[in-house]
């Protein structure tokens, strides 16, 4: 058992939460916008796609990256940086180069990789392991269903498939109890307009429990996770942090949590459901739709986010072409036809429609066409998410830089001013994502 003084960080400490196991807890007052701690990732891995354009090794996005001399698919800022991450890199740099095009383990293979490299080369706790070690993470094995136990299975052969030269496998029973504490406590790190750079593993942060009410949020300097008070915390009070999007009305966001998570929520804003009829908002109409219509709307709404999920990711494997995004546009357009017919467009599956349209639109340049998404977007966003959402501050981001695009200054400056009056409480006045946000105004 470890000691009352090992298992605090700061102003903060370990113990035991009421119907939620493990916790973190405040020994001081902490104010809105003031670090709380920060933990250095215990392994990362860089997204497939974003390599050449940020760092593998310190998520740096910066140009002229020096690649790998062996497998010339990693990227790194200098020589440090490389060596740094060889001990990592070494798993899959000769994978690379003997596989070719056809290397394509995921995320969480490629992190689990890393966490029985790293456990091997450093068996004593790591600066990420200060209050939680990898080894005492929740798997929840027992709540596995065969969908998820074939899924792990086939994690694992793609493991061993994969990696070989580098590795010392435990049995099979171990490594699907790792791959189930990675799935329940992997963290997706993510830009300032909220795009995917890779995923990590920082066993500090998992120390948090979820509520749809959270009170701090979790940021990210690189590979480094930092965690800010986004409202007031009071010592003794419990540091909370969310697990999920917040865009969705309560219904939803308990059955993304327990399928991810196997938990339901019990918070004030899980109990009270007091956003939802924001959030599920119906037209007004002189003759308004029934409840069984608006209930058969919400159903068709539910499926058709999960259809264009799989339709996206199955199309990204593929890779897109033009074809393929105009049909997924498509997609979104019918969608909305149909939907608007019942939904204001301030209701959450309108929104989320519209900002899979804006997403396509980036990606083909479509400048105009994402401006018009964007712009019937925010403000809704504003209403449903929490204070100082990252989701509210990427979405006035992007706005900023397309009216600046678009040579619309005035509307640009005020965007994007409101992009750093977020950023500055979630990521801190210090963080380059602001710096480079304040030089793109000076620029202009």
Request: include cysteine.
């Amino acid at each position: 058992m470890r000691s009352e003084a090992a298992a605090q960080l700061g102003g903060l400490e370990m113990f035991a939460s009421a119907g939620k196991g493990r916790g973190l807890r405040a020994r001081r007052r902490f104010s809105v916008g003031e670090l709380l701690f920060s933990c250095p990732a215990y392994v990362a891995v860089l997204t497939v796609s974003e390599r050449g354009s940020h760092c593998d090794g310190c998520f740096a996005r910066k140009e002229g990256l020096s690649k790998c001399g062996r497998c010339k698919q990693a990227f790194y800022c200098n020589v440090e940086c490389q060596k740094e991450d060889w001990p990592m890199h070494k798993l899959e740099c000769a994978s690379m180069c003997t596989f070719g095009q056809n290397w394509h383990p995921s995320e969480t293979v490629r992190l689990t990789a890393r966490i029985l490299a790293k456990q091997k080369t450093h068996p004593e706790r790591t600066q990420s392991e200060k209050l939680l070690s990898v080894k005492e993470f929740e798997s929840h094995l027992d709540k596995l269903d065969n969908e998820k136990r074939e899924l792990i299975q086939n994690d694992i052969a793609a493991l061993h498939h994969f990696y070989s030269k580098h590795l010392d496998y435990p049995d099979n029973a171990a490594l699907v109890v790792l791959f189930a504490q990675v799935n329940c406590n992997g963290f997706t790190i993510e830009d300032e307009e909220l795009s995917h750079l890779g995923s990590a593993i920082f066993p500090d942060v998992a120390l948090m429990n979820h509520s749809c009410c959270p009170n701090v949020i979790v940021t990210y300097k690189g590979t480094l996770a930092e965690v800010r008070a986004v409202r007031e915390i009071e010592p003794g009070e419990e540091i909370f942090s969310s697990y999920i999007d917040l865009l969705y009305p309560t219904e939803d966001r308990n059955d993304r949590l327990r399928d991810s998570y196997f938990f339901s929520c019990d918070c004030r804003e899980c109990t009270t459901r007091e956003k939802d009829k924001e959030k599920l908002e119906i037209c007004k109409l002189n003759d308004p739709p029934s409840a069984e219509t608006v209930k058969d709307m919400i159903r068709y709404a539910r499926n058709v986010i999960e259809e264009f999920r799989r339709a996206k990711h199955y199309k990204y494997i593929l890779c897109l072409t033009l074809t393929l995004l105009v049909e997924l546009l498509e997609i979104c357009e019918l969608s909305l036809d149909k939907m608007g017919a019942v939904f204001e467009d301030s209701n959450v599956y309108m929104l989320h429609m519209m900002y899979q349209a804006m997403g396509i639109c980036l990606y083909v340049q479509d400048w105009e066409g994402a401006l018009s998404y964007g712009q019937k977007i925010i403000r809704p966003y504003s209403k449903h998410y929490p204070s100082y959402s990252l989701n509210v501050a990427s979405m006035w981001l992007k706005l900023g830089r397309l009216y600046m695009a678009l040579n619309n200054r005035t509307a640009g400056v005020k965007a994007l001013k409101r992009a750093i009056a977020i950023m500055e409480v979630a990521h801190g006045k210090d963080h380059p994502y602001i710096s480079e946000i304040k030089k793109e105004l000076e620029d202009h």
